[in-house]
């Protein structure tokens, strides 16, 4: 059977990292796009995640223009010193009037298709999601995807890995496209041993 249009990923190997913590991060609020910048656990934690960049030849990074993003590509860009193209399509999930308050029964209600006032539905978020990876994936490689834990849920469900676990601040992912042309093979590496935490409380 066919995937739909809008959830095929293009099958060419990326590197994917989350962004450093921010202080909603912290106190379990659901950013979505406001734009919330790095607190200083934040940055020390994108100026660890330097060490994972070691000989990956990245060529590009395309990040998410809100500012935890955008300041954590800045931070590893010191090392690569390589092209940045922001994508808005890369940015998190619009939550609309619950953007600031604390996850609960109201979000895996979204998840599988309530409407937030003023927000995007999970579906529009998703199919939007993909269209900014496969925009990214159409630069030269290799390419570093600095954005979201929301964008790495679009790319588990493109790709059919929901087994892959939560991914924390700072963490790196290798997205490796194998011959078999639905394959991936999906490596994570921590600068440091991070507590997991529940991508809910930590877009």
């Given at each position: ?7 095929q ?55 998410s ?30 939550l609309?009037n ?16 309530k ?17 900014g990876?496969?925009t ?34 700072c ?5 490796k ?18 507590p ?8």
């Amino acid at each position: 059977m066919q995937k739909p249009e809008w959830s095929q990923l293009a099958h060419k190997s990326f590197y994917f990292i989350r962004h450093g913590q921010t202080d909603w991060n912290a106190e379990h609020k659901a950013m979505g796009i406001t734009d919330i910048p790095l607190n200083k656990v934040g940055e020390e934690q994108s100026r660890q995640a330097l060490s994972l960049l070691n000989d990956l030849d990245i060529k590009h990074i395309c990040y998410s223009p809100l500012k935890r993003a955008f300041k954590t590509a800045e931070i590893l860009n010191e090392k690569l010193q390589c092209k940045m193209t922001p994508l808005d399509d890369l940015k998190e999930f619009n939550l609309g009037n619950f953007a600031g308050t604390v996850i609960d029964d109201w979000f895996d209600q979204w998840m599988v298709g309530k409407c937030l006032p003023g927000g995007e539905t999970f579906q529009a978020f998703i199919e939007r999601a993909i269209r900014g990876v496969n925009t990214a994936l159409k630069k030269d490689g290799p390419i570093l995807i600095v954005a979201h834990g929301g964008i790495y849920w679009a790319i588990q469900r493109a790709i059919n890995r929901l087994d892959l676990p939560d991914l924390a601040n700072c963490c790196l992912v290798s997205f490796k496209a194998t011959a078999n042309n639905e394959a991936w093979d999906c490596v994570t590496s921590s600068p440091q041993q991070q507590p997991t935490q529940s991508l809910k409380a930590n877009s």
